[in-house]
């Protein structure tokens, strides 16, 4: 007798998850997410270059009091670049390598400023625009 009862929770069980799997109203399409809409170029002109020129003009100026305000530009770098290669927006090896170098030398950056480290952030921030550079070569147009 246990076993039918032990049987039939798991029928049961199995059941429910199929329940929750199977779509409930066949025939209809499943819901799609809604659209990114922000573009490449919205994403530079809004995200990456101001926080990148607010960076490189804090770095220039050393000023110790600032670093805290200029480790946010770098998260925001950072966070630039999982966006720039999610929703189909990665085009080819060049575009995921750079993003993947702006990832980790924002995160570099980001680290140094936390720690004061001002010589760091700059030596860090100018391997960061230099995979900034190689991805511009290949696929901006002026």
């Not at 076993?3 to 199995?14: I, Y």
């Not at 809409?37 to 995200?47: P, Q, T, Y």
């Not at 630039?80 to 060049?94: E, H, K, M, Y």
């Amino acid at each position: 007798m246990s076993r039918l009862v032990s049987c039939m929770s798991l029928a049961a069980a199995l059941g429910l998850v199929v329940w929750l799997v199977v779509p409930q109203a066949q025939g209809q399409a499943p819901k799609k997410k809604p659209p990114r809409v922000a573009s490449v170029h919205v994403i530079m002109e809004c995200i990456v270059g101001p926080n990148c020129k607010a960076l490189a003009n804090g770095l220039k100026k050393g000023d110790a009091d600032a670093l805290p305000k200029l480790a946010n530009h770098a998260a925001l770098l950072n966070e630039a670049s999982f966006i720039l290669v999610q929703n189909g927006r990665c085009p080819d090896r060049t575009w995921a390598q750079a993003a993947a170098r702006l990832r980790r030398c924002s995160a570099v950056v980001y680290e140094k400023l936390k720690d004061k480290d001002l010589q760091g952030a700059q030596s860090a921030f100018k391997a960061m625009t230099q995979a900034c550079a190689n991805c511009h070569k290949a696929h901006r147009k002026d």
